[in-house]
């Protein structure tokens, strides 16, 4: 004998009034936002203009470029110190806590100019086995600007991939270890793989703050977006037009990367959890739906 | 009669103030199977790690195939040895932990031949084609490519034998592999470790499977407060125990 599957449930679902009346203030705030604006004495299509200005798009390429760099410095430097902190070895151990120490302890802005200045501290450079320079061909504003950011990256990073590292179960090191693996590979197999899951959302924002921070190197006479802006607005002196186009741009950039970030985030989570967060799409797709459950009929 | 593969003589090992082995004598043969049983804290699970250098001996003699384990003697001193020569020792023991250690970012194909591939220079794929055959082995042909986290625990237990195995090693090491197990399956992690017995395996084996070690090892040792009470084939140790302290843990886990 088979029991008859039991009569679906059907409910009422709970209204939620509240989602309802935050849309509407929303809303109205953004109205009057959206008039003051209208009333403030900008020219919106100078910022257009200037937007797809030759200038200002190549200073957008080149805070990419810089902070695509920098960011890179830092992790490389990051790591490193990272491993040097955690070793056994007490030397590079303090060595590691030095660099963090001093880096991070001062402004960046500070850093800056004084690997911009270098040259009054060393007239020349010289590379052992590859000759010497002047300090002051050396560093130019491109170098100062890496340089500065990078290595001040660097501190910050060598915290994220230490907290990643010590967050790895101690037992997956001891499985390795015992299946003979020296620190070299398990650390580069085992360890900072699953570190990663941890390494990656702060560094995401790190780079995403690079993005911004660059905008320092502008001291430095690096010519990136915001020094493209300040150099055209010295001239024609429309100051919050290209301001606000400068503007747009970060925006662009962090929107972009901030995207990038969270695929980057679910490709690292495989294996961690069995189901991997929604995509955008997938989230607006199901609220979509769920909102229109919801809809009082 | 042949070397023991596993030779302590008073080995000791202390964490801080806390003294946990206080003298263990033991030899295991080869193609042995041992159990170490005893209460939690009795050393049962310290001892083994040392068997793999895991924790530094503090005194006394430990040797694996007439090897000491970390150190190397030249007259009467001893050396300590290198990283890549304790790691060269290792990958002849095969170790089995309570809570798997599987590699949560690799399949299960991927966490066999791992360290076959990159310790050993096996070409890849000849370890694949031996890791299939051992996952095959332990009965998990279908998980080949599946991650430890969509494994059942007795599935990834059996994946870390197969893991340890794909080293090819002279002895395997298996501290509590069923505690951390639903009782259901229990047996069938059991079972691959029998396979593994009656196919010669030397293994030293820590479990509270009173059943396992009555029915597979060659010799039970019953531990307790950092020395062996008694040890001997699991009939004598199991059923007509000559100590107080023996009998009294038997009577509760029995």
Redesign the interface.
Known sequence: MTAAPPERLVAVPVRHWGRWLSAVVAIGLFGLFVHALSGADVKWSTTWQFFTFDTIVKGAGRTLLISVLAQALGIVIGVVVAVMRSSGNPVTAAIGWLYVWFFRGTPVLLQLLVWFNLAFLFQTLSFPGLGSAQTSDVMTPFVAALLGLGINEGAYMAEIVRAGLTSV?E??T??????????G?LLR??VL??AMRVIVPPTGNEFINMLKTSALASIVQYGELLLAAQAIYTNNLQIMELLFAAALWYLILTSVFSIGQFYLERRFA?????NLPPTPLQRLHRSLRSARREMPR | MSSPMVLAEKVHKSFGALEVLKGIDLAVQPGEVCCLLGPSGSGKSTFLRCI?H?EKVDAGRLSVDGQLVGYRQQGDRLYELR??EV??A??????V?Q?F??????TALANVV??PI??RRVPKAEAVERGRALLARVGLSDKVDA????LSGGQQQRV?IA??LA?QPKLMLFDEPTSALDPELVGEVLDVMRGLAADGMTMVVVTHEMGFARDVADTVVFMDGGVVVESGRPQHVLDDPQHERTRAFLGKVL
């Open positions: 179960d037992g997956q001891e499985a390795a270890q015992a299946l003979g693996m020296r620190r590979l197999r085992i793989p699953q495989r294996g961690a959890s069995r | 793999n895991l990283e890549h790691a060269a290792r990958s002849e023991i095969g170790m932990f809570r250690n599987l590699f949560p970012h690799m791992e360290a990159r310790v991650y430890p986290a969509q870390a893991r340890a080293m």
